[in-house]
């Protein structure tokens, strides 16, 4: 992914699932090299990383939260989980 352009249509990639590890009391993205943590919003973005366009993603936190942060925020965020492999952009 070209770390200047954002997304267009964020997807999970294949070997990695959004999970709630109740034990722990954690949103965790889990993939074959390992676990990550992920806070409350961290865990909407991704839970709305399904193909839908970045727009929509967008404009359904916005819906759902209050303190939806900004796009910026929801971009730089998209990338770095895209630099490590788990996002990919859904075919059009």
């Known amino acids: 992914m070209n770390p200047e352009k954002p997304m267009c249509r964020p997807r999970l990639v294949r070997h990695a699932r959004y999970r709630w590890d109740e034990l722990r009391g954690q949103h965790q993205l889990v993939f074959p090299e390992g676990i990550l943590v992920l ?5 909407a973005i991704v ?14 936190l916005a819906e759902a939260y209050d303190d939806c942060p900004p796009r910026e925020e929801v971009c730089e965020f998209l990338q770095r989980l895209a630099k490590k492999g788990l996002l990919r952009d859904a075919d059009p």
């Open 39 to 43: 806070n409350d919003t961290g865990a």
């Open 47 to 60: 839970g709305l990383c399904d193909g839908r366009s970045l727009d929509e993603l967008l404009a359904a």
